[in-house]
């Protein structure tokens, strides 16, 4: 009830705030009431919006125009007049929050869906037609250092906090259409409850592996002459024969900065999301979101195809993130041109020698030079 | 039936193990003794033992840049989850309405999030250069792995609990802590008391002998 008096009366003062949107008043009307349906002329402005959308599906890039005009629009029009003195305060009822809820409901949850099981469709029907791709020649057994400790603990930790913030954001998202008939609606509650404590947390872990990140492989990912040969092969998937790479080729550079500049995005949406006391208004935090939203899908859609070449897809790949070392043929197959460099400045380990390096008895080298053979 | 166990019977079951298995495992420390030292000392065995016991809280300048990271991340962990155990506002409360009878001033909010941040990130650190280090990784064995683990889950249900607004997460978090008291005193979790008496004994056995180290 004294919401009510207090919407009305916040609704009359914008009422007599601005004259000009005064109905003229017909003769039939009784003394006192200035309109003929006063409660449609005071909910329009409360609401001082016009024409929001239905709760329906909602166009991304429209609603990212609307939401940057409307940030613009508020900074010209002044908002109601509210004893409290904080960010919106003066605004009663944010028309567009209701398109910024559609889109995310709606459009946002069933293309991220469709993403992601498009992206597991795709990797699927790939390892089945061409399987785990092989080393030519096979495992030498011979192998060469390839990272440090230091840049396996940094590629590791990010993994590690990417993943939780990867499965919590999507719960968040997808919870509601795909867990909610599985577990119903109160394990769902404690369960998106819990998502969401352990995203706000884990996020600026993230920013600060993303930091360690960029320091450690910066260098080693500018693009240099002979990368776009890899680009026009494919990867080698286009033509005879493999595609030459430095120490990282093409594909993986592209990845790299696509993980340090798509993660900077996401990184400083969710900071701004998670501080909400630094005077950003419900419009900002709303094209936040969908920023954040979007940029996240990208990255984790992507990271799964990154996950599949790293492991099962790719012989001797995750060997380099495992134990800092990779099998000389390889880097011949993989990366030859800093393979070449390997064998002209001696930097084989010899199976026995690699052996004794991991802690392993000297013979635990055999089956995997047997294999190469 | 459930949170009447968790919040009841199996709560001070863990605390019994808890404390009968620390107390039980130092007087076995204590017990255990050591041959007579025969030599005749060099130096005090006090001082060294005192010397020792805060010397090695900064690592050895020779090999400081080659273990910083552990370093860092180590004290990152600790010093947080330190802070979280003693100074986080639901802790403060718990233990003065259920151990302690009395309580002190909690951390601001802000710095419990920060808190929990550093042991996040010194615990993942730690774990994964336990993975990734050959050496490490020899010298692990499973309950360092097991302590690691249960650590990280008793603070990840800690967390999801921040908003303290769910039974169920709340009891969550609980049951992991009761889980953690009961694994205490039979792990290298015990290293929370015993690494004082170790570095002790091997800073006097120094001095004794004059070894500066």
């Known amino acids: 009830m004294l919401s009510l008096v207090l919407t009305l009366a916040f609704g009359l003062q914008l009422s007599s705030a601005d004259a000009s949107n005064i109905p003229p008043q017909k003769p039939n009307v009784p003394d006192g009431v200035s309109a003929l349906n006063p409660g449609s002329d005071l909910w329009r402005e409360v609401r001082r919006r016009d024409g929001v959308g239905e709760f329906n599906e909602v166009n991304q890039g429209v609603l990212v125009k609307d939401l940057l005009s409307e940030i613009q629009r508020s900074r010209q029009v002044p908002q109601g007049i509210s004893q409290v003195n904080q960010v919106d305060s003066g605004v009663m009822i944010n028309a567009k929050g209701r398109r910024w809820a559609a889109f995310r409901m709606t459009t946002l949850a069933s293309y991220s869906g469709i993403a992601l099981a498009a992206i597991f469709v795709i990797i699927i029907t790939f390892y089945v037609v061409r399987g785990k791709v092989p080393i030519e020649g096979g495992l030498s057994g011979n192998m060469v250092k390839r990272f440090t400790d230091y840049e396996r603990i940094t590629h590791w930790t990010l993994a590690v906090v990417f993943l939780l913030l990867a499965i919590t954001g999507l719960i968040l998202l997808l919870g509601r259409p795909l867990l909610i008939p599985l577990f119903g609606k109160e394990a769902f509650a404690l369960l998106a409850s819990a998502s969401k404590e352990g995203h706000n947390l884990f996020g600026p872990l993230f920013l600060v592996s993303l930091i360690m990140m960029l320091i450690s492989f910066a260098r080693r990912n500018i693009y240099e002459k002979g990368d776009l040969t890899w680009l026009l092969k494919g990867g080698g998937l286009i033509g005879k024969g493999h595609a030459s790479g430095g120490f990282f080729n093409m594909g993986e550079k592209t990845w790299y900065w696509m993980v340090i500049l798509i993660g900077l995005v996401i990184s400083i949406s969710g900071l701004i999301l998670v501080s909400p006391n630094f005077g950003q208004g419900r419009l900002i935090m709303e094209l936040m979101h969908i920023v954040h939203a979007v940029s996240a899908m990208i990255l984790i859609v992507v990271s799964v195809g990154h996950m599949y070449l790293g492991s099962i897809g790719s012989e001797g790949a995750l060997e380099g993130m495992k134990t800092g070392y990779v099998d000389i043929n390889w880097a011949d197959a993989h990366h030859d041109r800093w393979g070449k460099h390997c064998h002209e400045e001696d930097l084989i380990v010899s199976a026995e020698e690699y052996a004794r390096m991991q802690g392993q008895p000297a013979d635990s080298a055999e089956p995997a030079m047997e294999q190469g053979k | ?213």
């Not at chain 2, 050591?34 to 001082?47: T, Y």
């Not at chain 2, 941040?117 to 064995?141: D, E």
Request: neutral net charge; hydrophobic residues 60%; contains cysteine.
């Open chain 2, 1 to 213: 039936m459930i949170q009447y166990l968790i919040d009841g019977p199996l709560w001070y079951f863990s605390l019994a193990v808890f404390f009968i298995g620390v107390v039980w495992q130092l007087i076995a420390v204590v017990f255990t003794g050591n041959k007579a030292d025969l030599s005749v000392p060099r130096d005090s065995a006090a001082s060294g033992a005192i010397k020792t016991f805060f010397s090695r809280f900064v690592p050895h300048r020779e090999i400081a840049p080659a273990i910083m990271l552990p370093v860092v991340a180590g004290y990152m962990f600790h010093l947080g989850l330190f802070a979280l155990l003693f100074f986080a506002a639901p802790h403060v409360v718990f233990l003065e309405e259920n151990l302690l009878g009395f309580g002190w001033t909690p951390m601001p909010h802000w710095a419990f999030i920060v808190a929990a941040q550093f042991a996040f990130f010194g615990l993942i650190v730690l774990w994964l250069r336990r993975l990734v280090n050959p050496v490490s990784r020899l010298i692990s064995t499973l309950d360092d792995h097991i302590a690691a683990i249960l650590t990280f889950v008793v603070m990840l249900t800690g967390c999801f609990a921040l908003l303290e607004g769910s039974t169920g997460l709340r009891l969550l978090h609980r049951f992991t802590v009761e889980l953690w008291l009961i694994y205490f005193p039979f792990s290298a979790l015990m290293h929370t008391f015993t690494f004082v008496p170790s570095r002790m004994l091997t800073g006097a056995w120094f001095g004794r002998r004059g070894v500066d180290a």
